[in-house]
T-cell receptor
Framework: SQQGEEDPQALSIQEGENATMNCSYKTSINNLQWYRQNSGRGLVHLILIRSNEREKHSGRLRVTLDTSKKSSSLLITASRAADTASYFCATDDSGNTPLVFGKGTRLSVIA | GAVVSQHPSRVICKSGTSVKIECRSLDFQATTMFWYRQFPKKSLMLMATSNEGSKATYEQGVEKDKFLINHASLTLSTLTVTSAHPEDSSFYIC???????????FGPGTRLTVL
C-alpha cells in the first residue's frame, strides 16, 4: 500500500529557481526519507529525517517535517537541469517495517 | 558503502515463460530484503518482504504462486515471475536491509518486458 501523496504531481520550473515538493502521510512514522529517480533508473537516496527532527539540510536540499500535520517538504534551491527527475518520499513506522513510498513528483527543470 | 546489485538489468521474454531476478547485497548481510514493482510514471509498490530462511510475506493482492521468492542466503534473494504475461511487464526493484540495522539499500532495478 502507499503511504502518502506528493504534491504537486508534476512541477516545471526554470533553471535557477527553487523547487518545493510536499509529501503527506497517514500513519505515525519513525523516519521519512526522500529519494530521486531519473527516468528508467534506480533510486538515489537524498536525505533522511527522523520523526523527532523538524528540519535538515544537505547541500542545496532542505527538508522539513511536521509530524502534527503528517507532512514533509523538500526544497531544492538554485535548481539545475540535472535536477530533472522524479522525487519520492518514503516512510517507515518502525525499524522492522519496509519503506512505503508516496506517489512522487515529476520535476522538470528547463535550461 | 553498501551496494545492492540486481541481475539481469533488463530482460525480454515470451508470454508463458518464467523469469528469475536476483538481488544481492555485495558487501553486507541482509536478513531481510524487499521486492517492489514500479509501473511507468508510477511509484514503487511493495510486493513482498523476503526473510532469510523463511517464507516471504506478500502484500495484499500479490499472488505468491505467481511471484516466487527465495531468500536462501544472507546476501541473495530471488524473485521468479512464473508464466509471465504482458501485464507483468514492469520495473522490479529490490532493497536489502543491513542485518541489525534499520538501513535499507536499493538495487538498480530490473526492467522486465513480456511480449
Amino acid at each position: 500500500s502507499q503511504q502518502g501523496e506528493e504534491d504537486p504531481q508534476a512541477l516545471s520550473i526554470q533553471e535557477g529557481e527553487n523547487a518545493t515538493m510536499n509529501c503527506s502521510y497517514k500513519t505515525s512514522i519513525n523516519n521519512l526519507q526522500w529519494y530521486r529517480q531519473n527516468s528508467g533508473r534506480g533510486l538515489v537516496h537524498l536525505i533522511l529525517i527522523r520523526s523527532n527532527e523538524r528540519e535538515k539540510h544537505s547541500g542545496r536540499l532542505r527538508v522539513t517535517l511536521d509530524t502534527s500535520k503528517k507532512s514533509s517538504s523538500l526544497l531544492i534551491t538554485a535548481s539545475r537541469a540535472a535536477d530533472t527527475a522524479s522525487y519520492f518520499c518514503a516512510t517507515d513506522d518502525s525499524g522492522n517495517t519496509p519503506l512505503v513510498f508516496g506517489k512522487g513528483t515529476r520535476l522538470s527543470v528547463i535550461a | 558503502g553498501a551496494v545492492v546489485s540486481q541481475h539481469p538489468s533488463r530482460v525480454i521474454c515470451k508470454s508463458g515463460t518464467s523469469v528469475k531476478i536476483e538481488c544481492r547485497s555485495l558487501d553486507f548481510q541482509a536478513t531481510t530484503m524487499f521486492w517492489y514493482r514500479q509501473f511507468p510514471k508510477k511509484s514503487l509498490m511493495l510486493m513482498a518482504t523476503s526473510n532469510e530462511g523463511s517464507k516471504a510475506t506478500y502484500e495484499q493482492g500479490v499472488e505468491k504462486d505467481k511471484f516466487l521468492i527465495n531468500h536462501a542466503s544472507l546476501t541473495l534473494s530471488t524473485l521468479t515471475v512464473t508464466s509471465a504475461h504482458p501485464e507483468d511487464s514492469s520495473f522490479y526493484i529490490c532493497s536489502a536491509r543491513r542485518t541489525g540495522t534499520n538501513e535499507q539499500f536499493f538495487g538498480p532495478g530490473t526492467r522486465l518486458t513480456v511480449l
